[in-house]
């Protein structure tokens, strides 16, 4: 198992800049990648960034060039650095871990609420 917790979101004016915590405990060493997505109510959850456990990053179109991801492996803590926010960045951010396995398992923060004003 993998526990995961988000912090680090908050209100922000739009082109302000918030990061995004997650700290990793449990069974880490499973762990193939970490990643953040995103969730507004109606839709379905999306990816924003992924870091796999080789140091490959990828990220949604929408936030190539603005957004971040990294990783301390020290205190098992991946954040998501968030620049030039925009009011469509506002939603509910969760922490996820991948095992490829297999059994391939998908591991969920609770998340965190970034909301961005206009």
């Known amino acids: 198992q993998v526990q995961l917790v988000e912090s680090g979101g908050g209100l922000v004016q739009a082109g302000g800049s918030l990061r995004l915590s997650c700290a990793a405990s449990?069974?880490?060493?499973?762990?193939?990648?970490m990643g953040w997505y995103r969730q507004t109510p109606g839709k379905q959850r999306e990816l924003v960034a992924a870091?796999?456990?080789?140091?490959?990053?990828n990220y949604a179109d929408s936030v190539k060039g603005r957004f971040i991801i990294s990783r301390d492996n020290a205190k098992n803590t991946v954040y998501l650095q968030m620049n030039s926010l925009k009011p469509e960045d506002t939603a509910v951010y969760y922490c996820n871990a991948e095992r490829i396995g297999p059994p391939r398992m998908n591991y969920w923060g609770k998340g965190t609420l970034v909301t961005v004003s206009s």
């Open positions: 449990g069974s880490i060493f499973s762990v193939n990648s």
């Open positions: 870091l796999t456990s080789g140091g490959s990053a």
